[in-house]
């Protein structure tokens, strides 16, 4: 019986919990660790990289060669493709050129002296079908699976001539080389070493017959790693280039493609879409010392200085690796949940058949469990207001539970069966808004808890998932639908945002909503106008991303690799600051003081971000808004509020309270010169009347950027 199969028959008992060795702060810089630092399009399917000179060359997989810089490998950019025909499957670089293996019976050879004009100085037809390139010395070696090694002359790049052709056991398809050795690496055999200290005329060595995928090959001192596609990854011995011997198969979490050395030892593998990194100081037991999630399972990776770059279908990624940690896991706790939603001190998390667990987490290094809600079917969504817990149930609506006592809740109402099973469920004054899968929107009065009425319900186009309200609108996943409920009797859709396609989470603040937008990652859309949402902004998220839950100036958004840490303090240039890879998947966060709670395989206690943070903003230096705090704050009745700009821009300045409402237009599109700016605003609205003692955001937008600040009127 799994840990969390015995909670419910604790009345109550402290979790128990790992705590990470020798962290004690409950923040770090997540942009410290190991992380992703850019991503650009690279278009093909990004079958092989190499590079030199700070500049990195794709083999698309298609006719394409791309040349990408990377003099600064956090600001890579596309500077050049060269359509060569054919498919191309390797790419090696020496001396100034260029090889490219074309499976299609080619080995071009490509000037890269001027990396935005590229030259092509040889097209030479190699017989079988090349698949790999190295180059050492004056020759190319080419993996062409039957024959299957070519020996090509290049002390004349421009007059290629093939010296030799071997055979060799079974069907090469990668090959590296390291002190005057070759070791191929063949899908149908094994392993073959091939000695070439004489490289026109080499000469196999030995072989080991085993099972490889043939995707990557990567030798160092003695020790040749060589990918095997679910197997894992192969480790074997080759100081004794006669008799190489398997030392051990690495079992990985997926399919394997991509393998490299660093210079210390350590070897970096892709599997799946992870770049983990193993130490094998003792190579038959290899030890994971970091991991990182990247996207959509890379095919190859290469190392620089203190950068990985890791390619895939259209994307090209670059790693931090100069610090091979990641960020610690302050605590797990064995309860598997899906969302959790906070009240005040008190954790409660949906945890499927196991119905809704309440936790303590006064102390969230150490929740303790107070309470239980055995649910008779599913438990799907969750809200909460005082004393009163709503649970949406597969099949069967939803119930309502008093938690005055939180060790003993009582049912308040039971639906048996009103609609399919509502997924997310919110409150606003005395209404529960449920979006009820295919079956749309329900309203419910639950004014009196006992007896809830349906007011209304409404037909929507999808499979409906989470929702937020917030004044006279809901916002309902997927996509991004806003329904319009000022009239509860009557909602109906304004608008429909279906770009942002499978959005599983949305948050709302200050006019914008925060949505965790599937495979979008974290997208931010504008609703000071509910009728006209826009999508001013995203950041990408290694996985799907699912939940979203955001602490000042940062938003944590998880997936099924972890969890994103991305400033938010620019809204239109969110940047990613790091993330931590977990074991098991994260389903939704929450923020608790300083500390991030996720849900998922385990309820695991994060740190949150410092904010202050090291981390480089690699996008164009470009000279951004300054907006001042408002002088006075508090302020009764008239404030100042001061802008500098850095170019000549029209310029809008609003007001909005904080459900999003824009209550007054300061500034409306007026051209202003560089330089500083100041408007009044005297506490009204655009009627002219007085507006309530409150908290109040204003917000300045113009071309290119945007900022806002809170100020707080008290009559």
Excluded at 77 to 104: C, I, M, Q
Excluded at 372 to 396: C, E, M, Q, Y
Excluded at 600 to 609: S, Y
């Amino acid at each position: 019986m799994r840990p969390w199969h015995l909670l419910p028959m604790v009345a109550a008992a402290t979790l128990f919990f790992v705590p990470s060795t020798g962290r004690g702060a409950n923040c770090v810089d997540y942009a410290s660790y190991l992380r992703i630092t850019n991503t650009i399009e690279v278009p093909g399917y990004g079958f092989d990289i190499a590079a030199a000179e700070g500049l990195a060359y794709v083999a698309s997989g298609t006719a394409e060669l791309h040349v990408v810089t990377i003099d600064n490998p956090d600001a890579p950019a596309l500077v050049a493709t060269l359509n060569l025909g054919g498919n191309l499957r390797s790419v090696a670089t020496a001396g100034g050129f260029v090889y490219v293996a074309d499976f299609t019976g080619y080995l071009h050879i490509v000037d890269a002296s001027e990396p935005t004009a590229l030259a092509v100085v040889a097209t030479l037809p190699v017989p079988g079908q090349p698949n790999g390139v190295v180059v050492a010395g004056d020759r190319a070696f080419i993996a062409a699976r039957d024959p299957d090694l070519v020996v090509v002359d290049v002390a004349a790049p421009a007059q290629p001539v093939v010296v030799n052709i071997i055979q060799v056991p079974g069907v090469c398809e990668v090959l590296t080389a390291h002190d005057e050795l070759l070791f191929l690496a063949c899908w149908t055999y094994g392993l073959v070493v091939v000695d070439i200290s004489d490289p026109d005329e080499p000469v196999t060595r030995g072989t080991l017959p085993t099972s490889l995928s043939g995707n990557e090959i990567a030798a160092r001192d003695g020790l040749v790693c060589v990918t095997a596609g679910s197997q894992g990854l192969k480790i074997i011995d080759v100081t004794d280039a006669d008799a190489p011997a398997l030392i051990t198969t690495l079992a990985l979490p997926d399919y394997t493609r991509g393998v490299t050395f660093d210079r210390d030892g350590l070897v970096f593998a892709i599997s799946g879409d992870r770049l983990q990194i193993f130490d094998l100081a003792v190579p038959s037991q290899p030890e994971v010392i970091a991991a990182i999630a990247l996207w959509q399972d890379p095919r190859h990776v290469i190392l620089l200085e203190d950068r990985a770059l890791a390619i895939h279908t259209s994307q090209f990624l670059v790693v931090d690796i100069s610090n091979l940690a990641m960020p610690p896991v302050l605590a797990s706790h064995p309860i598997r949940s899906n969302r959790i939603v906070l009240h005040d001190e008190t954790a409660f998390t949906i945890a499927g058949m196991q119905g809704v667990y309440i936790l303590d987490v006064s102390s969230p290094l150490s929740p303790v469990l107070v309470g239980h809600i055995p649910t008779p079917d599913w438990a799907t969504s969750l809200a909460v207001k005082n004393d009163l817990v709503f649970v949406g149930i597969r099949d069967r609506g939803f119930m309502i539970y008093d938690v005055s006592d939180l060790a003993a809740p009582v049912v308040l109402y039971d639906s048996y069966y009103i609609s399919a099973h509502p997924m997310g469920l919110a409150l606003q004054g005395r209404y529960l808004f449920a979006s009820c899968g295919d079956f749309g929107l329900e309203i419910y009065d639950v004014l009196r808890p006992e007896q809830p009425e349906l007011v209304s319900t409404l037909d929507l186009p999808y499979y409906t998932q989470h929702l937020a309200v917030q004044g006279d609108h809901a916002y309902i996943c997927p996509g991004f639908l806003v329904v319009d409920v000022s009239d509860v009797s009557h909602p109906f859709i304004t608008a429909n945002l279906s770009s942002l396609g499978y959005s599983r989470d949305v948050v709302l603040r200050d006019g914008f909503a925060f949505v965790a937008a599937g495979d979008w990652g974290l997208a931010v859309v504008d609703i000071s106008n509910p009728h006209q949402p826009e999508v001013v902004a995203s950041a990408e998220t290694p996985a799907w991303a699912t939940g979203i839950a955001l602490a000042g100036d940062i938003a944590y958004v998880t997936a099924s690799l972890g969890m994103t840490v991305i400033d938010i303090g620019d809204l239109y240039r969110p940047v990613t600051l790091g993330g931590l890879m977990t074991t098991d998947s994260c389903a939704f966060p929450a923020v608790v003081g300083n500390l991030v709670l996720t849900t998922g395989m385990a309820l695991l206690t994060l740190p949150t971000q410092c904010q202050v943070t090291t981390v480089v903003d690699t996008a164009p230096n470009v000279p951004r808004i300054a907006l001042s705090q408002n002088v006075p704050n508090p302020f009764n009745p008239t404030t100042s509020i001061t802008w500098e700009q850095p170019w000549p821009a029209e310029v809008r300045l609003d007001v909005y309270d904080l459900a999003g409402r824009r209550v007054r237009t300061l500034v409306a599109g007026d051209w202003h010169d560089v330089g500083r700016h100041t408007a009044q605003w005297n506490g009204r609205d655009e009627s002219g009347r007085s507006v309530a003692t409150g908290v109040y955001v204003v917000r300045l937008r113009t071309a290119g950027a945007q900022a806002s600040i809170r100020m707080a009127l008290v009559r």
